[in-house]
């Protein structure tokens, strides 16, 4: 298997920390130590080091420089959306690189927050492609919460049934419901599929032909231009960590923590940003301009990779803070060990079972139950079965909050 790492975007949905000079795959920030492009490459070569970088002509350089100086550099001739972007990827691989028609090809994007584990999934699609009549396989994601910033699929014995546009929440839970994934984006194919479409669209017998016909392509996606037409997709799934960075409402929580308005200030200037009320909004100061984008809400609930919580109610005076808020642990999801040095936590156990570990000691909970954590305790929480917990917080106002 052959994997492309498809880095070619502007990244505009991220101004103006993404700019034309540094789109977003490339840029460092505060709490990413790496860049996207970094990160990615950096867990992919740990299961495959047969990894190429798709980008644009401009980006081929900063490309190089993240990876490896050995890593191949596939150069799209201009941004044309994916369609042509993927065809660009398999008849390079096919011409220049010589590639045999029956290898399997995974094309990734890198504006991916995944576990270290996630892409082990990739040889499992590649045993399902291999085992079967089809040329293309996707990676579904099992859905954490009722999202409105995805696509998702309905599928059924590894097959895909039908594409569904992002929904509203209503949809989308009843979509859950149903057993629909999100789209990763993530496309393994038979590079023979992928080179007989191409030469649906234009005639040409070496790369540099393809090349002086890219602009006759159609600017399309490749799910609109070829998947979402076709019967026979196959799908893997995976219930590993993955989030897609490419917009605010995801990245922010990577590289800020929000301030007592649920506002994030990503500043990469020396000047100091102050925040005087903006609720609920991303505030972004850097060299290049100055945005405030407001948070999509659908409801009060923060989504977590553990559940999610709600604020019910908050009170201050003097030094010391009680905040109310109402904890949903999704079924075999479980918050990591973590200590609260300036409150104390109270939980009662609304609804659901599982453990609970306090300072090494392990002990089952259900409803019903009270849980008493005081400061500076070390404590982790497992849901067996989905928790519903009320939990109560009091202490000094302090930044040190719920697992991010």
């Not at 990739?122 to 492609?129: G, I, N, R, V």
């Not at 569904?164 to 984006?185: C, F, H, M, Q, T």
Request: glycine share 4%.
């Amino acid at each position: 298997m052959k994997i492309v790492l498809m880095a070619g975007g502007k990244g505009t949905r991220l101004w103006p920390l993404s700019t034309n000079d540094l789109p977003k795959q490339f840029l460092t920030v505060r709490n990413m130590k790496k860049s996207m492009l970094n990160v990615t490459y950096d867990k992919v070569k740990k299961i495959n080091k047969n990894i190429y970088v798709a980008t644009q002509k401009e980006y081929a350089d900063v490309a190089l420089f993240q990876t490896e100086k050995n890593t191949k550099i596939i150069t799209e001739p201009y941004s044309h959306d994916t369609f042509a972007a993927f065809l660009n990827v398999a008849v390079y691989l096919k011409y220049e690189e010589r590639i045999d028609d029956n290898e399997v090809i995974a094309l990734l994007p890198v504006d991916h927050d995944v576990s270290e584990n996630f892409y082990k999934i990739l040889s499992e699609a590649k045993a399902l492609l291999d085992d079967s009549n089809s040329d293309f396989c996707l990676v579904g994601i099992k859905p954490t919460y009722p999202s409105t910033q995805y696509g998702y699929i309905m599928h059924e014995n590894s097959c895909v049934k039908k594409f569904l546009e992002k929904p509203d929440e209503d949809k989308a839970s009843k979509l859950i419901n149903r057993g629909a994934v999100w789209n990763s984006g993530i496309l393994i194919f038979k590079l023979s599929a992928m080179i007989k479409i191409s030469k649906e669209y234009c005639f040409y017998n070496n790369y540099q032909e393809f090349v002086k016909l890219y602009n006759t392509l159609p600017k399309n996606s490749f799910d609109y231009e070829v998947l979402e037409k076709l019967n026979n997709i196959m799908i893997v799934l995976s219930e590993e960590s993955w989030m897609d960075l490419g917009n605010w409402n995801t990245l922010y929580e990577k590289i800020s923590k929000s301030d007592d308005n649920n506002t994030n200030i990503i500043n990469t200037e020396t000047k100091e940003v102050k925040n005087f009320g903006v609720k609920n909004s991303v505030i972004i100061n850097t060299p290049y301009g100055l945005a405030l984008y407001p948070k999509e809400i659908d409801n009060k609930k923060t989504f977590r990779r553990w559940g999610c919580y709600e604020i019910l109610d908050n009170y201050s005076f003097d030094k010391t803070s009680i905040e109310i808020k109402h904890l949903e642990i999704y079924q075999n999801r479980s918050i990591s060990c973590q200590a609260h040095n300036f409150r104390d936590t109270f939980w009662m156990i609304l609804d659901g079972y599982g453990e609970v570990i306090i300072n090494g000691s392990v002990s089952k909970i259900k409803k019903g139950d009270i849980c008493n954590i005081k400061a500076g305790d070390n404590y982790a929480v497992k849901a067996v079965q989905k928790l519903d917990i009320m939990e109560i917080q009091r202490g000094e106002k302090a930044t040190d909050g719920i697992e991010k």
